[in-house]
């Protein structure tokens, strides 16, 4: 079965500090990757997503990835973060054909300071 | 426009009550799920239904039981209702294997 590491669990930034935040997965085969974000009290909403193609991905928000196969990696960043960037991240893996059971990383909280 | 509408948005019962959560979701897509937060924020699936049919079952207590009455709605019913059982839940869609859209989450207390 597939799993998923963000090993950053708790993340302080100053504005305009630059992110990147860490995710690793574990599974042979061939998965889809993408990067939620859930903002305090809010529902779980879609930054980026991987499938395929570039690995080199652009979300919303100034959000990019990038997919390093060797690495098994997918981590998030960010140039210059907001205050309203201020949540928590989740990182997901699915495998192809599999049913889309999407298997979540632990998440990181990111608290960015005025 | 809601997407995906889960109700209710809080629910507080006792233990050993029964309680159903509904989902609805407007966005034509095939396939819903039930995911469980827990109150460390980590996010663990428990069902999904493609066209009515459950395909993802994991390790979920019987007591829970999901049901689809149609493509567009995936209901929650929890029955003998634990202390563990509180948590965060979350119902979601997609179409196929592509992203899933969440909706706004379901507090369940069980006092």
């Known amino acids: 079965a597939q799993s998923v590491s963000q090993h950053n669990h708790h993340v302080i930034l100053s504005e305009a500090a630059s992110l990147e935040l860490g995710c690793n997965y574990s599974?042979?085969?061939?998965?889809?990757l993408f990067w939620y974000v859930q903002y305090p009290g809010q529902h779980l909403q879609l930054l980026l997503k991987?499938?395929?193609?570039?690995?080199l991905v652009k979300g919303i928000k100034g959000f990019e990835a990038e997919f390093i196969k060797s690495k098994f990696s997918f981590n998030l960043r960010k140039p210059s973060v907001q205050w309203s960037d201020t949540a928590e991240y989740f990182c997901?893996?699915?495998?192809?054909?599999?049913?889309?059971?999407?298997?979540f990383g632990t998440g990181t909280q990111l608290k960015v300071e005025l | 426009d809601t997407a995906v509408s889960q109700t209710p948005k809080y629910l507080v019962t006792q233990m050993g009550n029964d309680k159903s959560i509904k989902c609805e979701q407007n966005?034509?897509?095939?396939?819903m799920y039930w995911y469980k937060q827990d109150s460390k924020k980590f996010l663990k699936i428990m069902f999904s239904?493609?066209?009515?049919?459950?395909?993802i079952n994991e390790t979920v207590p019987n007591r829970f039981s999901p049901k689809s009455p149609d493509k567009a709605h995936l209901n929650l019913h929890i029955n003998s209702l634990e202390l563990g059982d509180s948590a965060v839940y979350f119902c979601?869609?997609?179409?196929?294997?592509?992203?899933?859209?969440f909706g706004p989450g379901t507090r369940l207390t069980v006092l």
């Open positions: 966005l034509g897509h095939d396939t």
């Open positions: 599974y042979g085969g061939t998965v889809n």
């Open positions: 997901a893996v699915n495998v192809r054909g599999g049913g889309n059971k999407l298997t």
């Open positions: 979601a869609s997609s179409l196929r294997d592509n992203e899933q859209f």
């Open positions: 991987y499938f395929s193609g570039d690995p």
């Open positions: 239904y493609n066209n009515k049919e459950l395909i």
